[in-house]
């Protein structure tokens, strides 16, 4: 078959294919209550619009001799932003900002129904609260008015609005919307695995709300400040927080220049031959913090000339019954390339607190951190800035348990790698220092006596503690 053939029985297969979703989109459509009927009929016109990109492009999105090191002045460091000092007029400054914060996620990976946003890190204080307490502060201390507004999904939408009640008192003003909610695709027909609106039952795992926390995301004035009163005069539409990658994040996404413009490369843009180029950390240095600073008349613009250009992140999964599926994704910092003089701000690591597993959790429920007006902030204590390597197994996975196994969280001011494996418990006030391994073969078990300090210590076999 001739190359031009080929190419039109692929553009006739590609119009088939399109066509056969759309119709699996009206059928689950038909499905759908008529209250919810105008905002199903927008969610899916805009996966439609997703899916038919996804068809049109094919292989990496990112042609990787085109990737460059970004200018030196198109990074700035922290610091630099931070020593132009804060004018007199800060509460007008922050009477102009609207803190948004992702309430997509679910616990789950952690073994916690409902919203992750509500699991208690300190104290008994959900990551909601500290979040609340931030702006409810800077409310206070600058007397301003700076509004909350949680994004949820269909999966946290519910619950957590039930939650906010509790706030009714606080200082600060709180709104929700909801997340896009789009149908999985079997990895196969690349049709959609749904067949009706309902997200319960056999369609739990239908559907996926498009998007990615970090509780280190609080608002910062320097920042604020150069935004709103930008050195040269040009206004900046876009920043992006990037801090220096370590090890434990080489597959963050990272900042480059592309065709002239900051591009933000994620690893599934990367094609194979190039990831371990792109996870290195001489090459690139700093990764995505995804906290974001974006102006608002910028995004209007831009929307109303259909001009935000993100590309698809395909995403296989595996449902619970094994079929393989696709969620198409798109990741809010790749918009950067649309704004005018975007920059990225290189922050201190400890702006960039993800909880994504019970490692992260230890960490932020630790002594390494200080907690101050809902934000936490590297303890002083800590003689380097550097957050310590911890790996906890699977007998930690699931909230309930992690905290079953720690009588109190251990002081962790000196440590820099934990592995934990196996039947583990820790006892009241251990100290964990340098690198500490414990390792609990099957059948084994250990528990780290009360008041124990490890240093630099590799602990296996069996260790019982039993009451007398």
């Known amino acids: 078959m001739s190359q031009d053939g080929a190419s039109q029985f692929q553009e006739v297969i590609r119009q088939e294919l399109e066509l056969s979703v759309k119709k699996e989109l009206e059928k689950i459509l038909t499905t ?269 613009r831009l929307q109303e000339q259909n001009a935000i250009d993100m590309e698809i992140i395909v995403n296989p999964k595996t449902l619970d019954g094994g079929l393989n599926v696709i969620q198409l994704e798109t990741a809010v910092g790749a918009a950067i390339k649309s704004f005018e003089n975007s920059l990225g701000i290189n922050v201190p690591r400890s702006r960039f607190l993800p909880v994504k597993t019970t490692s992260d959790l230890l960490l932020v429920m630790s002594n390494l951190y200080s907690l101050n007006a809902g934000s936490l902030t590297m303890s002083e204590k800590r003689e380097f800035p550097t957050v310590p390597l911890v790996k906890l197994g699977s007998s930690f996975t699931k909230v309930q348990d992690y905290l079953r196994r720690f009588e109190s969280i251990p002081d962790m001011l000196e440590l820099d790698h934990l592995t934990v494996s196996g039947d583990v418990t820790f006892g009241k006030n251990v100290s964990l220092k340098g690198t500490v391994i414990i390792i609990a073969n099957h059948g084994d078990r250990i528990d780290i006596p009360p008041g124990a300090v490890l240093e630099n210590k590799i602990v296996s076999g069996n260790l019982r503690i039993l009451d007398h």
């Open 32 to 300: 759908a209550p008529s209250h919810e009927f105008e905002h199903t009929k927008k969610d899916l016109d805009g996966f439609r619009k997703l899916f038919h990109r996804f068809l049109q492009e094919k292989g990496p999105s990112v042609d990787w001799g085109k990737i460059q090191r970004p200018p030196e002045d198109s990074i700035q460091p922290y610091e630099k932003i931070k020593a132009r000092g804060l004018p007199d007029n800060i509460s007008s400054v922050l009477n102009k900002l609207v803190v948004v914060k992702l309430n997509g996620g679910l616990g789950t990976s952690m073994g916690c129904k409902g919203p992750k946003s509500l699991i208690g890190v300190r104290n008994e204080n959900t990551f909601l609260d500290l979040t609340v307490q931030q702006i409810e502060h800077l409310n206070k201390t600058y007397n301003t008015d700076v509004p909350l507004v949680l994004m949820n999904s269909f999966n946290t939408d519910e619950d957590t609005k039930k939650i906010l009640q509790k706030y009714n008192h606080c200082r600060v003003k709180i709104y929700t919307f909801n997340q896009s909610r789009y149908p999985r695709i079997n990895k196969e027909s690349l049709l959609p695995v749904a067949k009706d609106v309902s997200y319960s039952g056999e369609n739990t795992e239908a559907w996926y709300p498009p998007g990615h926390d970090n509780l280190g995301a609080t608002v910062d004035l320097y920042i604020l400040n150069h935004l709103m009163n930008p050195p040269n005069g040009k206004p900046c539409e876009f920043v992006m927080e990037v801090t220096n990658k370590t090890r434990a994040d080489v597959k963050g996404g990272t900042l480059t220049q592309y065709e002239g413009k900051l591009r933000l490369v994620e690893i599934a843009q990367v094609p194979k031959a190039h990831v371990d180029e792109f996870k290195s950390v001489s090459k690139f240095k700093i990764f995505n913090t995804n906290n974001l600073w974006i102006s608002l008349a910028a995004v209007k």
